[in-house]
């Protein structure tokens, strides 16, 4: 099975709480828990989760640690005992709803990178008004070409 980034991410959202995805990363991720604030949403604390362990390759670890932490919604949702693998998003050849599963990116963005295609490189994204550095940043290492 395939999983995406955004997989992982709607599967924090969805099976847990504020307060128990809070536990989780402070009992296993305690680096992404020292960056969390009072007043950050649990989909933002998932989005710093997955961007964490995605950079640290540490995304079989964090699967691992779902498994375990909750092994009927994990089954139900990555069917069980497979190892699935991250899939990242081509900017050539997605759709706009796969780009939107980039970080930062709403339905407009999403669109103007589909209309600004080919790319020959992901740094080729500044071309795109509401696309600079910091937002580049933020989804370099979620999607490629």
């Avoid at 991410?9 to 020292?34: A, I, K, M, N, P």
């Avoid at 375990?68 to 709803?97: C, D, H, I, S």
């Amino acid at each position: 099975m395939t999983v995406t980034l955004a997989d992982i991410r709607r599967f924090l959202v969805d099976f847990f709480s504020d307060e128990e995805l809070t536990g989780f990363c402070f009992d296993r991720f305690h680096e992404v828990y020292q960056n969390f604030t009072t007043d950050m949403t649990v989909g933002r604390k998932a989005l710093q989760l997955v961007d964490y362990c995605q950079r640290r390759d540490l995304i079989p670890a964090l699967l691992a640690a779902l498994r375990t932490e909750r092994p009927e919604p994990y089954r139900r949702v990555f069917g069980g005992e497979t190892k699935p693998t991250v899939q990242r998003v081509n900017l050539n050849e997605a759709t706009v709803e796969e780009m939107m599963n980039l970080p930062g990116i709403g339905q407009a963005l999403a669109a103007a990178i589909v209309a600004a295609r080919p790319f020959s490189a992901v740094d080729e994204l500044t071309r795109i008004p509401g696309i600079g550095p910091k937002r580049l940043t933020a989804m370099r290492d979620w999607c490629n070409v």
